[in-house]
């Protein structure tokens, strides 16, 4: 079983930079491709960005490309999300979730197959 704590969501101002991070427990964390999706108010939860388990490939959907970096410590059990150049569209509650793969090198897009999540955290960007 691993659970998942996310932190460092708040409210801020549009243009300004926020770093989530998601505090893994459980054994084996470089076993598990970890992945970040949000969701907002009225819509379905979206794909935000992906890591591998070796930290070694990431992917990102296409409104965030670029201004947002998912990162791992996988001695600290902790995945982050880098949020940069924040749009008040980047409002939503943020969820980490983990994934068990054999393959270190691969990352998911799809939340099909993510077996663990967290909380969420809530990120407001005013505009």
């Known amino acids: 079983q691993v659970q998942l704590v996310e932190s460092g969501g708040g409210l801020v101002q549009a243009g300004d930079s926020l770093r989530l991070s998601c505090a893994t427990s459980?054994?084996?964390?470089?076993?598990?491709?970890m992945g970040w999706f949000r969701q907002a108010p009225g819509n379905s939860r979206e794909f935000v960005a992906a890591?591998?388990?070796?930290?070694?490939?990431?992917y990102y959907a296409d409104s965030v490309k670029g201004r947002f970096t998912i990162s791992r410590d996988n001695a600290k059990n902790t995945v982050y999300l880098q949020m940069n150049s924040l749009k008040p569209e980047d409002t939503a509650a943020y969820y980490c979730?983990?994934?068990?793969?054999?393959?270190?090198?691969?990352?998911?897009?799809?939340?099909?197959?993510?077996?663990?999540w967290g909380q969420g955290t809530q990120v407001t960007v005013s505009s």
């Open positions: 459980g054994r084996s964390f470089s076993n598990y491709a």
């Open positions: 890591i591998s388990g070796n930290g070694g490939s990431t």
């Open positions: 979730a983990a994934r068990e793969t054999l393959y270190s090198n691969v990352y998911y897009f799809s939340e099909d197959g993510y077996r663990f």
